[in-house]
């Protein structure tokens, strides 16, 4: 088995403040997603990597930043963070990214932007 | 595009129970569908998924769900549900290339009376 371990579990910024969740895999998969959960909505896609140095776009890209450096880890950036933003960010990892894959999630980053 | 539809946000149970939690997807041929559950302050875990062919698939503690092309439905069921069922539960549809992109419907909070 294997864990995804994503760090801060609770993250608290400021209006415009550029701010990182980073998120670490030990599955050894090739695909990581990061994806936002709204209170009440399901899960949007804001970035994939299909392997390291790799990025693709998802659904909800705009005012982030992903990157990821080596296989096992995989950061994304709020940019400016919105004013009274409150949102989870689930991190996950699946093992080539094909369709019928199943996903690996970790347990969350709560962000709340004051 | 893709999408899925919980009809239900809520749903409450008494112990012992049956349960149906119903998802309607919108996709063009035949997709790879999936149930995940949520407890609290957890990612996202994986109950059963759906490949093309038997179009019941069982999956874990008990719980099952069917396809249907002809209703573009793939509701969840068990036959009797136990308190620490109580959580939130995700549909989600993805394509067949190789993405492993899923879109998730909003959600439904499963309730346990005793």
């Known amino acids: 088995g294997g864990i995804i371990t994503q760090t801060p579990k609770f993250l608290i910024g400021q209006e415009g403040q550029k701010l990182t969740l980073k998120c670490q895999q030990n599955?050894?998969?090739?695909?990581m997603y990061w994806y936002r959960q709204d209170s009440g909505k399901g899960l949007r896609l804001i970035y994939y990597?299909?392997?390291?140095?790799?990025?693709q776009k998802g659904d909800l890209s705009e005012g982030y930043d992903a990157s990821r450096e080596k296989k096992s880890s995989f950061s994304l950036t709020v940019t400016s963070a919105q004013k009274n933003e409150m949102a989870v960010f689930l991190c996950?990892?699946?093992?080539?990214?094909?369709?019928?894959?199943?996903?690996?999630f970790g347990s969350g980053t709560r962000l709340t932007v004051l | 595009a893709q999408s899925v539809t919980q009809p239900d946000a809520r749903v409450t149970v008494s112990e012992g129970a049956s349960l149906q939690l119903r998802c309607k997807y919108s996709?063009?041929?035949?997709?790879?569908l999936f149930w995940y559950v949520q407890y609290p302050r957890q990612g996202l875990q994986l109950l059963l998924k759906?490949?093309?062919?038997?179009?019941v698939v069982q999956g874990v503690n008990g719980f099952e769900a069917e396809f249907s092309k002809s209703n573009s439905s793939f509701h969840l069921r068990k036959a009797s549900v136990h308190w620490s069922d109580w959580a939130v539960y995700f549909c989600?549809?993805?394509?067949?290339?190789?993405?492993?992109?899923?879109?998730f419907g909003d959600g439904t909070v499963l309730t346990v009376k005793p």
């Open positions: 996950a990892s699946s093992r080539q990214g094909w369709g019928a894959e199943t996903l690996y």
């Open positions: 599955f050894n998969h090739d695909t």
């Open positions: 990597s299909i392997t390291e140095n790799d990025l």
């Open positions: 996709y063009f041929g035949t997709p790879y």
């Open positions: 759906y490949y093309p062919g038997d179009p």
């Open positions: 989600a549809v993805s394509m067949k290339t190789n993405t492993g992109k899923l879109t």
